[in-house]
């Protein structure tokens, strides 16, 4: 017997009945960004492997062990992009963008990789809607973007959702806080894990995501960064707190924060949701007022973020679950005879063509079964044709039926 396929380990296949979340995310999210200005761009799917290894950091855990890189004919080493940033600051300097009115305001959507443990809400191939400001350095860029990430997040009815809030300074003050860190964390190395000591001279700002018990006590007692943030940077977070503050959104300060790419400058933060349990992130992002800069590029500042489709739907999908009653029945479903058939396919064609939603049964069942399919695709009108040319329409939640004309039945069905 010829084995059968399945998706490789890590990735999963969205099924018909799982699109409909995944595309209101996507929609939400399409007009809530470019109702603030923000224009859609598409990048390839996989970039040369410099310009992680420059932009995100070779330090990184997604450099070092996640990224899916091959060669091609050409001897060109290639990655398939394991994040949205790096990939829109390349184009954005690619394309000339820095002489257009800055900020750029750029969002995308798409499949990203990476070689990660697969487990629930966490996979290889992952998508995410991606949002970009590029080219100003007000603190208000990085308020408006919480901002919208927070109505995307809101309107879309995630519930259990808090918001992490934190600074990682200028690259200057996060260099001397890094010193301080590293002769802590060395004066404590014997209560450190293996992982956490392999990495004090390259990340030791890493050991606050540390899951290793003697690690996260040490850290416990650890200087943070928002305690050390020189003036500007203590100024420019102070005014993102106060925009937030003054629109209402409520956040928890976090001096402990960090993010697994090495770009990020003064702003920081991440939604999370506790209905996942340990993979709880569902977006997140912040300030990278150099990463321009390391691929190539004049100094440009810039603020993005990153919302997990995959997770948020998983976040929808465990709520509708939990959720009492059953969802709306949308549409018409249309039962014949065999002899028909014909004459239901052209109704159901011109209901489509009206813009509702219309179905027939393409299998052959018997009325009784089509009834049955009627309720089972959630159709909230059955539309039985009989020989005689007339029709009965039953409100499939009432039980309620009625004669009508196959005629004007595009009339019947838009009248109140």
Partial sequence: MTEKFKAPRGTFDVLSDQQPVRERIQAVSRRR????????IDTPIFEDTDLFARGVGESTDIVQKQM???EDQGGRSLTLRPEATASVCRAYLQHGMQKLAQPVKLWMEGPFFRHERPQAGRYRQFTQVDAEAIGSESPLVDAEMILIASDIITELGVEGVRLRLGSLGTPATRAAYL??????????EAELSDEVRGRLDVN?????????EGTRH????????LERLDEADAEHFDAVRQTLDRNGLVYELDPTLVRGLD???RTLFEFECERLGAQSGIGGGGRYDGLIELIGGPPTPGCGWALGVDRIALALEAQEDAAEGETAREGVFVVAEEDGREAALALVTELRRAGMTADLDLAGRATKGQMKQADRV?????LILARDAKATLRDMDSGEEREVDPATLVETLSSP
């Fill in 33 to 40: 960004l470019e109702a603030a200005g923000y224009g859609h």
């Fill in 68 to 70: 899916f890189t091959f």
């Fill in 179 to 188: 010193e301080e860190l590293r002769d802590y964390l060395r004066s404590r």
């Fill in 204 to 212: 030791p700002l890493r050991a606050f995501d540390a899951e290793h």
């Fill in 218 to 225: 040490v850290m416990d007692e650890a200087p943070t960064l």
């Fill in 263 to 265: 770009y990020y400058t």
């Fill in 378 to 382: 959630g159709a909230r009108y059955a």
